[in-house]
């Protein structure tokens, strides 16, 4: 080999090991980095007479298989938390068995009020007593269908939120993939680009589960788990236009049922729009299963209660003095209760404001509604009657409640007890979607940048640089000999 060519050689050794060195760096200083690929140089011997090295490009490493099992955890554990987070809120409100301030809790009180006040029914006191617990469980009744409808509410604008930031990322990752393409037929590298992409395509995974298949230039087609295409460069090469109109506030009779809720639209094509549909899995899904199933028939059975209870106080029960048509103990926000007016009324009913323990008409609660004087103080006989109507087994009016019969205590004891299992059950969901999240986001670091590694791959590059610039020195020394001679 000549002089030149030993020259060139180790020339094109020094430039590729500082690539190497550069690369090497990158990958150290970016280890913790996410969406960060590790980079390596791909190299080839030359074709040329004198030999050397030559830089073909660089490659970003990612497991393709790994990353899109981590993709459609972290939509599993978007729709996990976000459920767990509402089960655990209405568990909260309505309160564990028990508990002071518990729906259970305040309706016991009612119960121990009636029984308190029939063994002394002269008592003003313990007249008093009876409607300041039955206005208390109403109250309750009240802000638990408030919760119910403000979570409605929240989900509604979560559902905004999540499609609007579902069609900025598309467009991002359209723009993205528009410079990768360009880069990679220029020859240039295209990692950088690569490794926002990822992070883009990561915020879409929590709201929708994600699936990417790899198109010409290094470009991707992204598509729902379900297979609907959200973006394919092979065919119009434009993102899908995910539609939604917020609507605010939601009341009890709004629902996506009935039409009174906006769905989700693709390119201005109606979807399937629950959890089941096209786009659930995620915190899409979670929003709209909140909206639209679980807090509905939360409601529907909170409304049940309340229709139970008026039914139980009203007329043609143990209140003789009221007539077919007036208002019972409970009233629809004052008005007697319309059997066709069920839904929402858990956040209507309230105690009649003849007996209001602000007043002076508790008496009507021995004597009756419809009273026109007091009767005997000592007859108890009509708060005997309201103990025995809660007691009593009956099938309840509301299809909500089931067929069944039960006591009044057995549907507050039922609706609690569902609220605790769904609460436990969205508990047990989240800490497994938790668990196989951690896992794959371990699984996938491990296969990322490896610092010692990175290290030892260093000490080599500083060893092959020292190598050739030896070469070139033993050059310039043959050369300095052969001038001199």
Do not use: C
């Amino acid at each position: 080999m000549s002089l030149s060519g030993a020259l060139s050689n180790a020339l094109s050794g020094l430039t590729t090991q500082a690539r190497q060195a550069t690369l090497v760096s990158s990958n150290i200083s970016n280890a913790t980095t996410e969406s960060y690929g590790r980079r390596t140089l791909d190299v080839s011997s030359r074709s040329t007479t004198w030999g050397g090295v030559s830089v073909d490009g660089v490659t970003r490493n990612t497991d393709a298989v790994v990353l899109a099992d981590r993709r459609l955890s972290d939509a599993q554990l978007g729709y996990a938390d976000d459920m767990q987070t509402f089960a655990s809120k209405i568990e909260m409100l309505v309160g564990e068995s028990g508990e002071a301030g518990s729906l259970t809790t305040l309706y016991s009180n009612f119960e121990n009020a009636l029984l308190s006040a029939s063994s002394d029914p002269s008592s003003n006191q313990r007249l008093k007593s009876v409607a300041l617990a039955a206005e208390d469980f109403t109250e309750k009744l009240n802000q638990v269908s408030g919760a119910l409808q403000d979570a409605r509410t929240d989900a509604d604008k979560s559902i905004a939120s999540d499609v609007k930031s579902l069609n900025d990322s598309l467009a991002s990752v359209k723009q993205l993939n528009d410079s990768i393409g360009e880069s990679v037929l220029r020859g240039a590298d295209a990692s950088s680009l690569m490794d926002e992409r990822q992070r883009v395509l990561d915020t879409i995974s929590e709201i929708v589960p994600l699936r990417t298949v790899a198109r010409d230039n290094g470009t991707l087609a992204v598509y729902a788990a379900s297979g609907t295409v959200l973006l394919d460069p092979s065919f119009s090469g434009q993102p899908a236009q995910i539609g939604f109109t917020p609507q605010e506030p939601i009341t009890a009779d709004r629902t996506l049922a009935d039409g009174g809720l906006s769905g989700i639209t693709i390119n201005g094509h109606a979807i399937n729009s629950t959890n089941e549909g096209p786009l659930g899995g995620g915190t899409l899904g979670a929003q709209l299963q909140i909206r639209d199933v679980v807090a509905v028939d939360m409601q529907a059975a909170l409304d049940g209660i309340a229709r139970d209870l008026v039914d139980r106080f009203g007329p043609g029960g143990a209140d003789t003095t009221l007539a077919a048509g007036d208002a019972g103990l409970f009233t629809d926000a004052g008005l007697a209760f319309d059997p066709l007016l069920e839904v929402g009324l858990a956040a209507r009913i309230s105690l009649n404001s003849l007996v209001d323990p602000g007043g002076t008409g508790t008496w009507r609660l021995r004597d009756g509604l419809g009273a026109a004087t007091q009767g005997n103080v000592g007859d108890a006989t009509l708060i005997q009657g309201y103990s025995d109507a809660l007691d009593g087994l009956s099938v309840p009016s509301s299809t909500s409640l089931g067929t069944g019969t039960s006591s009044f205590a057995g549907h507050v004891s039922d609706f609690v007890s569902a609220i605790s299992a769904a609460r436990v059950r969205a508990d047990g969901e989240q800490s497994f979607s938790s668990a196989q999240h951690t896992a794959l986001k371990e699984l996938e670091l491990s296969k990322g940048v490896d610092t010692d590694a990175e290290l030892q791959d260093l000490l080599l590059i500083e060893q092959h640089y020292a190598a050739n610039a030896r070469v070139m020195t033993t050059v310039d020394e043959l050369m300095q000999t052969l001038l001199s001679i």
